[in-house]
């Protein structure tokens, strides 16, 4: 009885960090009218600094770290996951972003594979598959232009980025979570994610060629009072998630069971992204994101 308690409150926790999480990228994308998607990133990160840094003096810590290399490693990698994963959300639908995010487990599990000498199921070698080929669907690299119903390369292959690297990142926490506190990890992840943005922002008053490159470099704009109290909202319910995703899998006794309610988010934003102006996704994106979704909450249920 206590067991499926347990579950059932992973449950609930993965459903209000979903919620949560699908909120700060509504937010963002409501900001994206008028900041670039590396200051918007910047603003969501700082406030999460603070947040975390709040935690860390609140709560014991008794593990003693001795691997700072993999830690900048693990804040680096998550920090240009965002840089794709924000551009995404200032510049296709909300939906599309979070699908394209939510190929981690895809990569999480082909890194633990080929480098972690990890076993596949049958199972999860045909939910790799699946994702795969929704991938495809969304992406479209072989159809004629005048049949593309896909994103533009350019975002997909930085959606394809923001899974590969958040999938590096979360890769890297299953060997630092031994020697770090969770917060420690996750600190490291948000002032990665503030300070490489500053720098994304002062190189372009240097060298203004490089907003060419707009997804990696892009000028300051002083938010309006409007973008302010949207960059609170947007920082609050990311501090939310990350609240309600920690207590998810520290409730639930099996990880893969919340993982899958994770994927709820894609679903939220795929409807948010409708009222805030999104066009409705084409017959065959929309099946691939179905399959993405169909994978992932496979591997998530079959791996071990």
Do not use: W
Not at 4 to 27: D, E, P, Q
Not at 44 to 65: A, D, E, M, Q, T
Not at 72 to 80: A, D, E, M, N
Not at 245 to 252: D, G, R, S
Request: hydrophobic share 55%; aromatic share 16%; net charge positive.
């Amino acid at each position: 009885m206590k067991q499926v308690i347990r579950k059932n409150l992973g449950i609930y926790f993965m459903i209000l960090a979903s919620f949560a999480f699908s909120l700060m990228g509504s937010f963002a994308k409501l900001l994206s009218n008028e900041l670039n998607s590396i200051e918007i990133m910047f603003f969501r990160n700082i406030i999460g600094v603070f947040f975390l840094y709040y935690l860390y003096y609140k709560i014991p810590h008794k593990k003693s770290g001795g691997k700072p290399l993999l830690l900048i490693l693990r804040g680096i990698f998550g920090t240009i996951s965002l840089y794709a994963f924000f551009y995404n959300v200032s510049n296709i639908s909300l939906g599309g972003a979070f699908a394209f995010q939510k190929t981690n487990p895809l990569f999480v599990a082909l890194i633990a594979f080929l480098f972690l000498n990890e076993k596949l199921s049958l199972k999860a070698v045909l939910c790799l598959f699946i994702s795969f080929i929704g991938v495809l669907l969304i992406v479209q690299p072989f159809a004629p232009e005048q049949l593309h119903s896909g994103f533009d390369l350019k975002n997909s292959l930085l959606g394809i980025a923001s899974g590969l690297f958040a999938a590096l990142a979360l890769t890297s926490v299953r060997e630092l979570g031994k020697v770090y506190n969770t917060e420690i990890i996750a600190i490291s992840f948000f002032l990665s994610g503030s300070l490489l943005p500053i720098f994304s922002m002062l190189a372009v008053e240097f060298k203004p060629d490089l907003m060419q490159y707009d997804f990696a470099f892009n000028a300051f704009k002083m938010p309006s009072f409007l973008a302010f109290i949207y960059i609170i909202f947007m920082g609050i319910f990311s501090c939310l998630y990350q609240l309600y995703v920690t207590k998810a899998y520290k409730a639930a006794k099996k990880a893969g069971i919340v993982a899958g309610v994770g994927y709820l988010d894609v679903v939220i934003t795929l409807l948010i992204g409708l009222l805030l102006g999104d066009d409705l996704p084409s017959f065959l994106i929309f099946l691939g994101i179905i399959l993405i979704l169909f994978g992932g909450i496979g591997l998530s249920l079959f791996k071990r």
